[in-house]
């Protein structure tokens, strides 16, 4: 439901309030609903909005796309009269939008672009990379931080003077798994590692050794070996047999023994998409061939993505193991990373959810000290490291309770808010109670009051940002309004449209009844299907169908040797759905033996059920969704009737179409 309503909220936003300007004479008014007016220059706003990519428009388009303008202020007036803007459900929600509005406003837009174009120059190549690690915590002594700074410099010169790389990772790394894999990462690309770590390993040259690394799991030194063109984005196909760990050894044996004889045919000549279509225990790929969507580095386990790596377009790898089971995968089609346009989005996010967000948000808290002429009175903070005390390393220090009176911070804006906000040491005590930290012995008081305090300067900075980013950005204005919209419209059809349909199963009925004829299955074979390896095989299954004998002892009987030997399908199909009903004459028995990708086919139609309605729980979903249209309709008429609406069609000529 949470994704639905997020894709539902995006297409609301397209449909509600934006402050664009599109020139003179826009401001005559176009639509009013119940007396509230909506200009020209807001529809036209919105329509251009919902049609950016659209070549030719018609007039027509236009009156339509009004239309259902109409229905989306009438439903959300409805809304309103019934007070759901009101309820506490509704402004949590809105609340927790409005929060992941403001985050793109809450960073410094250049320096986070800067970011982004950095991390695109690092999309277009992969890194292969081993690490060494001497743990020590962010929050460590400095007698221990200097330890463990030494001890990371003394292994880089000893690995500088010659010493393997490798043997040093086994022998000194504190990462738990470099003794068996002497710290070897493998191939990475952006985003994959700690910022800092990403940052070393683009700019190492490959076959030398990093300066020393500073993350929050201690200090590192890595050895850049290979630097590869990105992987891109690929499309491929595969043949996967299941196999899971905890399956016993003999079926595991199986999965092997069936994955090798794939293999075999396919160095025989067979086609791929063939014996994925037969074989391949994947079935929505093999249904296509084995065909996968378009996927990049990341998107698959590391033993897959490095099977496509090591392959040129057309050329299928030799099996090989996953947590999933047994896979062959092909090569079809590669392509690069993209241009920037096209992956800005997907970058923007990765940027804002690691530390290149926290480092675009400090520099923001820089120049809004600048742009809101802030003063901070050192000397009122310096104060704490004489009020604090040993507790406050113990997260249990309490604020004295008079005192506090002298000022530490203030923020005058005189271009937005217009006002001055002062904050005493009181403000910034009590944000040290709220936010000290437990268990933090190993620093000092003074070193805790600083950290508390910068933290402290930007929750304000940030906090008062916050709100006047309306007065500041028109759009993010526009855009709170969209979602308060949506909102509202979502919570308003699922009462009225898309729970009620799921409920209502008595209307449900009685709509299904009226209109089963609209949900048909066409004719359809009940019929099994046997796949066989060969001729041979193929003819034992045709005389033990004869027989009688069940699709189970079929299977055993033949698959002793080769777990290829037959592969069953049965239920009821439509002509369409299996390439070799289009073979075979559409009646009832045993079809003679049918050659398909090298394959021997052989078909046993049961019956043939004639072309007949869906039952309800066949296509619950279709009927449903129907139903739903049904009641939006019905409910759109009953607004109509209900609110006083009027349109202005003359003002709708000034419309400019974009």
């Not at 040093?168 to 800092?196: C, H, I």
Request: one cysteine or more; charged letters at 30%.
């Amino acid at each position: 439901m949470k994704s639905f309503k997020a894709a539902f909220l995006t297409f609301s936003v397209a449909l509600a309030f934006t402050s664009a300007s599109f020139g003179q004479d826009k401001t005559e008014v176009l639509l009013e609903v119940e007396g509230a007016p909506v200009t020209v220059e807001e529809f036209e706003a919105i329509y251009n909005k919902n049609n950016v990519q659209t070549q030719t428009i018609e007039q027509k388009s236009v009156d339509e796309y009004l239309e259902l303008f109409i229905n989306f202020k009438l439903k959300v007036k409805e809304a309103e009269a019934l007070g759901l803007d009101t309820l506490a459900s509704f402004k949590n929600e809105l609340n927790g939008y409005i929060n992941q509005l403001k985050e793109p406003y809450l960073i410094d837009q250049e320096y986070n672009e800067a970011l982004m174009h950095e991390a695109y120059e690092r999309m277009q190549y992969d890194v292969e990379a081993s690490h060494i690690l001497v743990k020590v915590s962010r929050d460590a002594s400095p007698e221990d931080t200097l330890k463990a700074f030494k001890k990371i410099n003394a292994i880089r010169r000893q690995v500088v003077d010659g010493t393997d790389f490798e043997q040093l990772a086994k022998e000194k790394s504190e990462d738990p798994s470099a003794k068996q894999n002497a710290g070897y990462l493998g191939y990475f690309t952006v985003f994959r590692m700690v910022y800092p770590f990403e940052t070393a390993a683009y700019n190492t040259p490959v076959g030398e050794v990093s300066e020393v690394i500073r993350s929050d799991y201690g200090y590192h030194v890595l050895k850049v070996t290979n630097k590869r063109p990105a992987m891109g984005q690929v499309r491929a196909a595969h043949i996967m047999v299941k196999s899971k760990p905890e399956d016993e050894r003999s079926e595991q044996e199986k999965a092997e023994q069936k994955i090798n004889e794939i293999y075999a045919r396919l160095e025989k000549g067979e086609k791929f998409d063939a014996l994925a279509r037969a074989y391949s225990d994947d079935k929505p790929s093999a249904k296509r061939g084995g065909e996968l969507p378009w996927f990049g580095s990341g998107r698959m386990v590391v033993e897959f993505e490095d099977a496509v790596n090591g392959l040129e377009e057309e050329q299928y790898s030799k099996p090989f193991k996953t947590r999933y089971g047994w896979h062959i995968v092909k090569l079809l089609e590669r392509k690069g990373i993209g241009s920037y346009e096209e992956v800005e989005n997907t970058i923007k996010t990765k940027v804002s959810k690691d530390m290149r967000g926290q480092k675009s948000r400090a520099e923001l808290v820089k120049k809004l000290k600048e742009e809101y002429n802030v003063k901070i009175w050192s000397k009122s903070k310096t104060a704490f490291y004489e009020l604090a005390d040993e507790s406050l390393l113990k997260g249990q220090w309490q604020a004295p309770v008079s005192g506090l009176d002298k000022k530490v911070m203030r923020i005058s804006d005189k271009t937005y808010g217009n006002k001055e906000i002062i904050y005493t040491q009181a403000d910034f005590a009590s944000f040290i109670v709220e936010n000290q930290r437990k268990n933090q012995a190993a620093i000092t008081v003074e070193k805790m009051v600083d950290e508390l305090f910068d933290l402290f300067v930007e929750e304000k900075m940030i906090g008062y940002e916050s709100t006047v980013l309306a007065q500041k950005y028109p759009k993010y204005k526009s855009l709170v309004q969209e979602y308060r919209d949506g909102i509202l419209l979502f919570e308003l059809m699922d009462q009225k449209v898309w729970s009620k349909a799921v409920k209502d199963t008595a209307g449900l009925k009685a709509f299904y009844e009226e209109h089963k004829n609209e949900f048909m299955w066409d004719e359809r074979a009940e019929a099994q299907v046997y796949t066989c390896s060969n001729e041979a095989n193929a003819k034992k299954v045709i005389d033990m169908v004869k027989e009688g004998a069940s699709d189970s002892l079929i299977q055993a009987t033949l698959n002793q040797d080769s777990q290829l030997a037959v592969a069953i399908k049965s239920g009821k199909f439509q002509v369409e759905a299996l390439p070799v009903l289009r073979k075979v004459s559409w009646s009832a028995g045993l079809k003679p033996l049918v050659v398909m990708d090298q394959n021997y086919v052989v078909v046993n139609i049961d019956t043939i059920l004639p072309a007949q309605p869906k039952k309800i729980d066949e296509a619950r979903g279709v009927i449903t969704a129907a139903y739903q249209e049904y009641l939006e309709d019905e409910w759109i008429k009953e607004l109509r009737e209900k609110y006083d609406y009027k349109v202005n069609k003359d003002a709708l000529k000034l419309v400019n179409i974009q």
